[in-house]
């Protein structure tokens, strides 16, 4: 099935779809010049992006960890972005209650991996009727996301996108498994590939997470070679000064070789 974020198409058969940007809003300066390098990365090769970032990071590690700015600073914010760029925006809400606000500005509402189970999270999402991104949750087998995307049908949304981002391997490990993105996609759904949580070590160290940035590019190129339908990154100018997620952003530079190995995949993919 087809889903339109305003005017790109996110399914079988359309253009790989990226969604990039940084794990948490650093302020409003650093957030707008990072999203206005990021589109003119994507508008030279004519392909569809989305900006994504968080305003609140509420599952940190530790709580001394920095969250963001909050919803009502974090989502001007991101409207400052939309409006000056005219590109679409995904964040993560994670109360229910904070939806119709968050609405208000976002093209995307994306549940996060650990309350992809939260029913009254998932409804109120759904019924924003804005399109739904939902991460699987590490602890999930992929066809446990059938009765997620059945909660969200049930209140009437269409709109759905289904993300892989590792399952619990062990301690303080993720790991990929392929065949997840063409199950999940026999739910009638698009399927996105998020390369950068996906190498997290969660909490492999100690009060913050780690991560092993070397395997992005390597699993990115499985993924489209598998068949997925976008890929969701987080991106950063220096991933080692980053607020959050430090171990796991690509750096900006590294994109234009990402996407440039991925679209050639992609271009040979039998039915995309």
């Not at 999203?35 to 090769?45: D, M, S």
Request: net charge neutral; with cysteine; charged share 25%.
């Amino acid at each position: 099935m087809k889903v339109t974020v305003r005017d790109i198409p996110i399914g079988r058969g359309y253009p790989l779809v990226f969604i990039a940007g940084p794990c948490v809003i650093e302020g409003d300066e650093s957030c707008l010049k990072l999203a206005e390098k990021l589109k003119n990365i994507f508008q030279a090769r004519k392909i569809p992006f989305i900006f994504k970032a968080s305003y609140d990071k509420a599952n940190r590690t530790s709580v001394h960890s920095y969250r963001g700015p909050g919803m009502k600073e974090g989502l001007k914010i991101l409207a400052d972005v939309k409006r000056h760029l005219d590109v679409p925006v995904l964040s993560d809400v994670h109360e229910s209650e904070d939806v119709p606000f968050a609405a208000e500005t976002l093209d995307i509402i994306q549940i996060p991996a650990f309350l992809c189970r939260q029913t009254d999270l998932i409804l109120a999402a759904a019924k924003s009727g804005k399109t739904v991104n939902v991460k699987k949750g590490q602890f999930l087998a992929p066809w446990d996301m059938k009765p997620v995307v059945e909660k969200i049908r049930n209140a009437g949304n269409e709109q759905i996108l289904l993300t892989e981002r590792g399952t619990s391997f062990g301690y303080n490990n993720l790991v990929s498994d392929m065949r997840s993105l063409v199950i999940m996609r026999e739910l009638g759904y698009p399927v996105i590939y998020d390369a950068t949580h996906s190498v997290q070590l969660p909490g492999g160290q100690g009060s913050v997470s780690g991560g092993e940035r070397k395997m992005i590019v390597p699993l990115a190129r499985a993924a489209v070679a598998t068949g997925c339908d976008g890929l969701f990154l987080e991106v950063h100018e220096t991933p080692e000064k980053a607020l959050s997620d430090a171990a796991t952003m690509l750096p900006v530079k590294d994109l234009p070789d990402l996407i440039d190995q991925v679209l050639e995949i992609h271009r040979i993919v039998p039915g995309k």
